[in-house]
């Protein structure tokens, strides 16, 4: 296995989380505590001129093989491993908290898992309010809040093998 040394590869990903208050019709089948619906993901952040999907939701699989969501211990099952794109969760609940965000790369990688850490976040901020959340009715007319952050996953020296991977998309 031959590195190619001095070089760099770089690769734009965006991740974070959407979060809207559930309708009076999804609150029917949610749990009662429940009051929003939220989707945390790891997404491209370049698009792929080779991929049909537009936005690059879908072209992190070529060398990612795992996104691993670490949820709050309020969930069933809070470990949530992803094997394919999209790479994101959705779920319903009521509160904010820390989601842990493992990546594994594909073997060629040869590369350690990287871990993200992101804040669920459910509420706008509003400005002018005092401390807390505002009121659900306000919040729905507030639209969906979105919490996303961009980052890039570098790899050094890679391995030519998956230089190669790399490159042919
Ligand atoms: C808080 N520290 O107190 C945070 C924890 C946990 C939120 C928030 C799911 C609940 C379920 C859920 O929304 N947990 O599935 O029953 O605000």
Redesign the pocket.
């Known amino acids: 296995r031959v590195r190619v040394r001095g070089l760099s590869v770089h690769r734009p990903i965006i991740y974070g989380n959407s979060a809207s208050v559930l309708t009076p019709k999804e609150r029917e089948s949610a ?1 009662d ?2 009051t929003h619906r939220w989707t945390v993901a790891v997404r491209s952040a370049a698009s792929n001129p080779n991929s049909d999907v537009v936005g690059g939701a879908d072209d992190l699989g070529y060398f990612i093989k795992r996104v691993t969501f670490k949820l ?1 211990d ?2 069933q099952n809070s470990v949530r491993n992803i094997d394919k794109p999209p790479f994101e969760v959705s779920e319903t ?5 820390e989601i842990a965000i493992r990546i594994s790369f594909v073997p060629e990688a040869g590369e350690k898992q990287m871990t993200l850490y992101h804040h669920l976040k459910l509420h706008p901020w509003v400005e002018g309010e005092g401390s807390g959340p505002p009121p659900l009715d306000q919040a729905v007319k507030l639209g969906p809040v979105h919490s996303w952050q961009y980052d890039e996953v570098v790899f050094i020296d890679p391995f030519q093998s998956f230089l190669n991977v790399l490159t042919s998309y």
């Not at 609940?93 to 908290?97: A, C, L, N, P, V």
């Open positions: 749990p505590s429940h709050h309020t969930y609940g009521w509160g904010e908290f």
